[in-house]
């Protein structure tokens, strides 16, 4: 008898835009979509969405619903119930294997939604890729969220189908919360290679390099010592700038945009916002050095830079700190640089040395790339998601 058709909602995430955590589920789900392996719903938060698709509608067949509430309207509470459990209804196809795919934890915002979708006939699987137990506390309602989310994560083994971990620090930490009565899955980050144009041609005469860094600006991050760096490194090398892309919370951004405003060389660092996907990636392949920096916390240990699959996919050279599962995939003057983190010393000194020495950059791209390609292809990882689809009973 062959397998029914699996049929996802996803939730938790918009998959239209360029944020690694929208690209972390359309990685896993477009080449899916696209080879018709699947059908596919989105339930979107309206804080989550950054494009502008409008309320409702299909976009790279997917099927869409953007819903949302005000904190200040509590009556606003029951249309964004109302829209989202009718849109979750909607979705479901009858004779196809239903499966909600949520983004991350269950939490006070969704788990209505996870219970409707679960007693009308839903699997659900959890995509988890933080650990919440070190998650920063920003603001009230945000420690709320995190707080009735590691409560309701206690109890999602009566509800949940199976699990996945981005890292090996979050696939041991769910088999170890469900002493593996949910069954528990490995998932890396991934890239679509498509986004890439590599060709591994260096510029050896070239001084007006472009050093990228892009994603969140939280204190995980450690974007203080690269820009601390940068501003050393810059005395030397009148040619290069610091570009940097991406969102992050208001308290957070002020300390990073105070910090530039007080650097030597604050005209040649360059704060682009939110890219759309077309910009950022053309942003990353006319740069020419990729930063991944993180900080020795347990958060930061806990997941996997998702961008880092990106800056490898480019083939230029990365510098990137050995946290959490780095090491595991990257090897010091092998396919990246290695740093420790929290060093402006050691970030400034693998900065001096792929500015002044263009074959090891040329090298180190080319590992790099050979390195996504053999790793984190999302064309090749789609089909271990499949493959999860199809073994949930």
């Known amino acids: 008898m062959s397998e029914r058709a699996c049929n996802i909602l996803i939730m938790g995430v918009s998959c239209f835009d360029g944020m690694a955590s929208s690209m972390r589920v359309r990685n896993l789900v477009e080449p899916l979509v696209q080879k018709k392996l699947i059908t596919a719903s989105n339930l979107i938060y309206q804080k989550d969405n950054k494009e502008p698709i409008g309320n409702e509608g299909v976009k790279n067949d997917i099927r869409y619903k953007v819903i949302g509430f005000r904190l200040r309207n509590i009556f606003s509470v029951f249309p964004f119930l109302y829209k989202g459990l009718s849109f979750i209804r909607a979705s479901r196809l009858k004779q196809s294997k239903n499966i909600l795919y949520n983004y ?16 009308i006939g839903y699997k659900v699987i959890f995509d988890i890729i933080e650990d919440n137990n070190y998650q920063a506390h920003t603001g009230f309602v945000n420690k709320f969220r995190l707080k ?14 199976a699990m996945i971990g981005i890292s090996n620090h979050l696939y041991e930490l769910i088999q170890k919360s469900f002493n593996n009565k949910v069954p528990a899955y490995l998932i890396p980050i991934t890239v679509n290679l498509q986004y890439f144009k590599v060709d591994n041609k260096i510029d050896e005469n070239n001084k007006n390099l472009k050093i990228f860094y892009g994603g969140s600006f939280g ?17 030397s090398h009148p040619g290069i700038e610091l570009i940097f892309s991406g ?63 990106e800056f490898l996919a480019s083939g230029k050279a990365v510098i990137a700190t050995s946290v959490g599962d780095v090491p595991a995939y990257l090897h010091n003057e092998k396919n990246a640089l290695l740093i420790a983190p929290e060093s402006v010393e050691e970030i400034a000194t693998a900065l001096n040395k792929l500015i002044n020495n263009p074959g090891m950059r040329k090298e180190l791209g080319y590992e790099a790339r050979k390195t996504a390609e053999q790793n984190f292809d999302s064309e090749k990882i789609s089909n271990n998601l499949l493959s999860i689809f199809n073994s949930v009973l």
């Open 104 to 119: 991350n934890y269950p939490d006070i915002k969704n788990i209505f939604f996870i219970l409707y979708a679960k007693m």
């Open 148 to 161: 009735t989310s590691l409560f309701i994560f206690r109890f999602s083994k009566y509800f949940a189908n």
């Open 247 to 309: 969102l992050a919370h208001t308290q957070d951004f002020e300390k990073i945009t105070q910090q530039i405003e007080k650097a030597k060389n604050k005209n040649r660092i360059i704060y682009k916002g939110y890219l759309s996907t077309r910009e950022y990636y053309n942003t990353l392949n006319a740069c020419d050095i990729f930063c991944m920096t993180r900080v020795n916390s347990k958060f930061a240990n806990a997941g996997f830079p998702f961008k880092l699959g």
């Open 219 to 235: 204190q995980k991050d450690g974007l203080e010592y690269l820009i601390s760096a940068f501003d050393e490194v810059a005395n």
